[in-house]
């Protein structure tokens, strides 16, 4: 027995290699299923209700990682790979290093701080199920005069509001489907139920109030037209994917799909053609966290303040795209795994896609009509590669991009879409109202209300290596001295540029003061003595109205600011905190910082929120046209010249 398992490990271990690319690829189904097999044939394995919450790749060193890209050998190998796993057992939470070589658990810690890891999908299924087996549930239906099979229930997080002692809780809200598709459209106003998630049992119970129910006519979300090719989009031969290394035009960089962020880009390098050799971006970017806040401090409503990717996981959340509706005719598709609450590998088909994009946007161009005798006119046509995936949490879809230009910008986007929260009630008109209703009146009987996004980036840039700076270039106005007297102006502005030391002072609250933000590399310059470097493009600048001692926004307390630089720590990836549900604002980005480490010529990285105040609008219904926004990466001193003259 023990000689059949060394030779299945010995076997299993050759899979593994042989299927390797990259130190940080994620960890693939045998992996996966190897994974829980060790742990279920531990002692753990042996105690009743075992389930699996968190199962990824243990990231290796970056300093390991960053000397494999280097090496030169044609065998090399890969750092010994690792899964991070946490489960819950005996109402307990277990964080356990797994090491898939030897077969081992190599470190098991109890949890026993604050907060729980994320749901898992099967919990919350069986949630929203349990409404429609209980007696003052189906009482409360009946009562209304509708029919309990044509009703679907939706399972919230609840937050955390000032507590001593938590359980793991999801409050239960209720739909009327009644001859629509649009759940969310129309709300069962007034019930409420409360379930403790251990033992899946409702423990509190409430039918407050009645009010009518919104109409089903006008509510149906889905398009009548048929998708079709789009033919700017050009040919999908201009790129490779080998694996998750993805190569195109001037840029090589490693993509990978993640159970709790989704997207998650890394080592990506640019070509410098005037050097021939690729510098070094990018170590690794991702969507950190969200936080998405409703403004309706009722009962029923002020819990909704949620946290998808620590509560659920955008991975987790991931559809599979629709091809000519969510990517282009040319687009190539990759597929995730993520760990169900058994521990077993499920498949997520065409979950990623890649494609080259041309939308009629031009890269550069001029006209020159002083050279005698000739009109010069020259251009580009921008032709960029988009990585996309889309995750649909509840009522909300995310289409999170990640666009390479040949220029070296990287630019990230966010489209919000999908259908609003909306709550039941007795107006029809606007004339009607006459209290706060905390929205807008969408449709007849029916208030959506106004809430808050914020996505937070974790961005850890190695701009041509990992001594970098955060450079704050403000633009300042300035008086023209008296003794230049031939001139007639007065003023001008100029940069003035301060280089952050500590986390304190890379702290910003945009819209203050003019600047370009720059992440530089103090110890590369250009043959002209300028800072090799990449600028931060801002979007709109938001940040969150709530007040600081609110408990939602003690939990998120970093969204008060939208730029944060802190210096690397492996551990440092998740800006509420690894436990995201319930917990009290007790680690994370605004948690961190106040150890205000120095950041400057050191390996930083850089933080962004993208913000939105989403008031809702009637043509938001009965489905939300996307909202757009994010920020660039852009080159700032990093070539010598405009690289895409140098493309060939």
Not at 147 to 158: A, E, G
Not at 322 to 346: E, I, W
Not at 478 to 491: E, G, I, L, T
Request: charged share 25%; net charge neutral; hydrophobic share 40%.
């Amino acid at each position: 027995m023990t000689m059949n398992l060394l030779l299945l490990v010995f076997i299993l271990q050759c899979c593994l290699v042989a299927s390797l690319y990259h130190p940080l690829d994620p960890l693939n189904p045998n992996e996966i299923d190897r994974t829980r097999l060790i742990i279920q044939n531990s002692s753990l394995g042996n105690l009743p209700n075992l389930t699996f919450h968190f199962v990824d790749l243990e990231e290796p060193e970056k300093g390991d990682v960053l000397k494999w890209l280097s090496s030169s050998e044609q065998n090399k190998s890969i750092p010994p790979r690792h899964a991070k796993v946490v489960i819950r057992v005996r109402r307990e939470t277990h964080e356990l290093i797994v090491d898939l070589a030897t077969g081992t658990i190599t470190s098991d810690r109890l949890y026993s701080g604050h907060g729980y890891p994320p749901l898992a999908f099967i919990e919350l299924f069986r949630a929203s199920k349990l409404p429609l087996r209980y007696p003052k549930f189906i009482e409360s239906i009946m009562k209304r005069g509708l029919n309990l099979s044509q009703v679907s229930c939706v399972p919230f997080t609840v937050g955390w509001y000032g507590q001593n002692v938590t359980k793991r809780a999801l409050r239960i809200t209720c739909f009327y489907r009644g001859g629509s598709v649009n759940v969310f459209a129309r709300p069962i106003e007034g019930v409420s139920m409360l379930v403790d998630v251990d033992s899946m049992q409702i423990t509190m119970y409430t039918d407050r109030f009645k009010a009518p129910l919104p109409k089903a006519e006008g509510t149906d979300f889905r398009s009548k037209k048929q998708p079709r090719s789009i033919a700017s989009n050009v040919s999908d031969s201009g790129f490779t994917v080998d694996g998750h290394r993805v190569r195109w035009a001037n840029w090589d960089f490693h993509v990978a799909f993640d159970a709790r962020a989704g997207i998650t880009i890394s080592t990506a390098s640019i070509f410098d053609a005037k050097v021939k050799k690729f510098r070094r971006v990018l170590y690794r970017g991702h969507v950190s966290e969200t936080f998405v806040p409703y403004m309706d401090p009722t009962s029923d409503w002020y819990f909704r303040t949620f946290m998808d990717i620590g509560e659920f996981g955008f991975g987790r959340s991931a559809d599979t795209l629709q091809p000519l509706v969510d990517c282009p005719a040319n687009a190539f598709y990759l597929d995730g795994y993520v760990t169900g609450a058994d521990g077993q590998a499920q498949k997520m088909p065409n979950v990623i896609c890649i494609f080259e994009r041309y939308s009629g946007d031009i890269a550069w161009r001029h006209t020159e009509i002083n050279v005698p005798g000739k009109v010069i006119r020259s251009g580009e046509p921008e032709i960029s590669l988009v990585v996309r995936m889309v995750a649909t949490v509840g009522n909300y879809d995310y289409v999170l991009d990640w666009e390479f230009k040949k220029s070296g910008s990287i630019k990230v986007g966010v489209d919000l879409t999908g259908i609003l929260e909306m709550k039941a009630t007795s107006y029809t008109n606007n004339h009607q109202i006459t209290e706060e209703v905390y929205g807008t009146l969408v449709t007849e009987n029916t208030i959506a209300v106004n809430h808050d996004h914020f996505l937070t980036y974790y961005l850890d840039l190695d701009v041509d290596g990992d001594g970098n700076s955060f450079v704050k270039a403000k633009q300042q106005t300035a008086r023209v001295p008296a003794f230049n007297a031939p001139s007639p102006r007065k003023s001008y502005w100029t940069v003035v540029r301060e280089t952050a030391k500590t986390e304190a002072e890379a702290r910003i609250q945009l819209g203050l003061e003019p600047a370009d933000l720059l992440i530089a590399n103090p110890n590369k310059k250009t043959r002209l003595g300028n800072q090799v470097g990449y600028r931060l493009i801002t979007g709109q600048p938001v940040n969150s109205l709530l007040s600081d001692d609110d408990y939602p926004q003690i939990r998120n307390a970093y969204t008060k600011y939208q730029v944060w630089v802190t210096a690397y720590n492996k551990s440092e990836r998740w800006a509420g905190g690894f436990y995201a549900d319930r917990n009290r604002g007790e680690e994370g980005l605004a948690v961190w910082t106040r150890r205000n480490r120095a950041i400057e010529n050191k390996d930083i990285v850089l933080w962004y929120i993208v913000g939105f105040h989403h008031i809702p609008y009637q043509e938001d219904f009965p489905v939300m046209p996307a909202l757009h926004g994010g920020f660039e990466l852009r080159p700032a001193n990093f070539f010598e010249s405009n690289p895409l003259l140098r493309q060939e």
